[in-house]
């Protein structure tokens, strides 16, 4: 069933690339990841990567403690940090803590679960059909 979860979240927002990742602006999300990550698949947080996405007006350093603390992962695992220069010269919201992209370098599990997301699908699209 968390699988299931998982597998549905990452349609949304995981990466369709070789890698398993998904990234979200909402720390709570990112936890549920990593608490299916840890459970079904055994990953600690030595094989976790977190790349930031974050404003021009985003403090780098605050932030990686930010999503430290709401990950509970060490700065370790905060590698790099991408600023859109597209948002120079505009005010970000307090709360907007910038995106987090959760890698875990398991190609495994991102064919898992997008195998499963893609029969989750076609059994709802036959249902669907009324096959």
């Not at 909402?26 to 947080?45: C, E, M, Q, S, W």
């Not at 370790?76 to 597209?86: G, H, N, P, S």
Request: proline share 2%; with cysteine; glycine share 6%.
């Amino acid at each position: 069933m968390l699988d299931l979860a998982f597998a549905m979240l990452y349609l949304g927002e995981g990466a369709k690339n070789n890698s398993t990742s998904i990234a979200s602006s909402d720390p709570k999300i990112l936890r549920f990841v990593l608490y299916i990550l840890r459970r079904n698949h055994g990953i600690t947080a030595v094989s976790i990567r977190c790349d930031l996405h974050l404003r021009m007006d985003q403090d780098e350093s605050s932030l990686k403690k930010y999503w430290s603390r709401e990950l509970n992962l060490p700065l370790t695992c905060f590698r790099y940090v991408a600023i859109d220069k597209r948002s120079e010269g505009k005010a970000t919201y307090d709360t907007y803590k910038g995106v987090c992209l959760l890698n875990c370098g398991n190609i495994a599990i991102q064919r898992k679960i997008v195998s499963l997301y893609n029969l989750f699908c076609e059994k709802v699209d036959s249902l669907d059909k009324g096959t």
